[in-house]
Structures are given as C-alpha cells and as structure tokens.
C-alpha cells in the first residue's frame, strides 16, 4: 500500500526567509511524487512532480523540492517565501506496483503561513 | 485556470436526496478521475474512468455511481445522502490512461451541503 505523511500541521515562515514543507512516503515500488497547492475556495493546483532523473525538481513560482530515496522524503523549498505563498500544500505519491496506477494518495496537508 | 470545469459550485439539499455533479476535462484529456475532500478523511480517490470505460476504484460508496460519456465529460451521481457526504468533490483529468507519471489537473470542485 502507499501512504504519504505530512508531519507538520501548519508551517509558519515570515516573508523573504527560505521554507520547507516536510512530505514522506511509503511505495512498495517507484515513487512518483507531486506537490499541489490549495488557496482558499479553489481547487488543487500542481506545483511539481518527480518521476526519475535529477533528485532536485523545480516548478512553478519559484517552488522546488528535493527527492531523497534513502530518507524516503520529497520536501517542498523555495528560497524566499511571499505573503501570497500561503495556502494548504498537499504532496502526493503514485506506485506503479499497486494495480491502482490512477490512484493519487494524498497526505493530510499542510498549512503554509507567511507574515510580513 | 486548470482547464477542467465543474458544476455547479455549490449544491445545497437534504438527507435521503440525489445529485448529480458534472465534470469537463480539459481539451484533449481523456482520463477523469473523481476525488472527495472532507475534514475528517481528507482528499480520498473515489473512481478513475478513461475514455468511457471505468479504470480503478477506490472508496467509493454503493450509494455513489458515476460514468463517462462519449464527449468525455464525467458525471458524478450521489444518492441517498447523508450528512457525512457534505464534502468537496474534485473532478481531475490526465492526457492518457493513468500511468503514474501522468500529471491530474484538478478543477475547482464542487461543494456538497447536506441538511
């Protein structure tokens, strides 16, 4: 089975200073990673996904996030955080080996809040 | 603007009725894909069809159906209701059939209130 677990309930950052949104997961085979990101009354928007290649993968709005296979771990960062970052970040994992390849698992999100 | 559409926004009813939501992917997206977000199990995967055949489910309810028709556009049929159905309903699409790399876009959602 596959299972993502986002540690942190809410993460508070003040603007201009770096964040990290901490994701694990749990595949029985490859992990194929994605970040979406919720504002308020809106829908997932995707931010970025590992699938194979460079551990570092960067997306949109300056997000970028750092696939670890040993730790198990696909961190969310970006540089310097804005205001207009904060929202509920969600990451989720995908396992070819499972039989239910359409399946994104979802962790429980996390909260994202960036004061001036 | 993810490109997927979903109606209506906002659906108010009652215990024991029956509703139906409606997805439109986006243009050249054959894959649907039906999630529920709720507080209490966060964002679940309900059903997967790919281009009007039913892929995969999950935990989707026997109360709940859903289809695909030709123009590929996805409804979602929600019966005997519940309070515990008050949830977002999400509508996702993807270009092909679900390998894992596929990326889902989602749409704005669907917001089910049961009185």
């Known amino acids: 089975a596959q299972s993502v677990a986002q540690p942190e309930d809410q993460v508070n950052v003040a603007e201009g200073n770096p964040l990290t949104v901490k994701c694990t997961y749990s595949?029985?085979?490859?992990?194929?990673l994605f970040w979406y990101v919720q504002y308020p009354n809106r829908g997932l928007q995707f931010l970025l996904k590992y699938i194979t290649g460079d551990n570092l993968v960067k997306g949109s709005y300056g997000f970028e996030a750092e696939f670890n296979k040993s730790q198990t771990s696909f961190h969310l960062k970006k540089p310097s955080a804005l205001v207009s970052d904060s929202a509920l970040y969600f990451c989720a994992v995908r396992d070819d080996k499972t039989g239910t390849a359409s399946k994104l698992t979802f962790g429980t999100g996390t909260r994202l809040q960036v004061t001036l | 603007d993810s490109g997927v559409t979903q109606t209506p926004k906002h659906l108010i009813t009652a215990t024991g009725q029956r509703v139906t939501l409606r997805c439109s992917p986006r243009s050249g997206d054959l894959s649907v894909y039906w999630y529920q977000q709720s507080l209490d199990q966060g964002l679940q995967f309900l059903i997967h069809y790919y281009n009007g055949e039913e892929r995969a489910k999950g935990n989707i309810l026997e109360r709940f159906s859903a289809q695909q028709f030709p123009d590929l556009h996805s409804e979602l049929n929600l019966s005997s209701l519940e309070l515990g159905d008050s949830a977002l309903y999400f509508c996702?699409?993807?270009?092909?059939?679900?390998?894992?790399?596929?990326?889902?876009?989602f749409g704005p959602g669907t917001r089910l209130t049961v009185l």
């Open positions: 996702a699409s993807s270009v092909s059939h679900g390998p894992s790399t596929d990326t889902q876009y």
């Open positions: 595949v029985s085979g490859n992990p194929y």
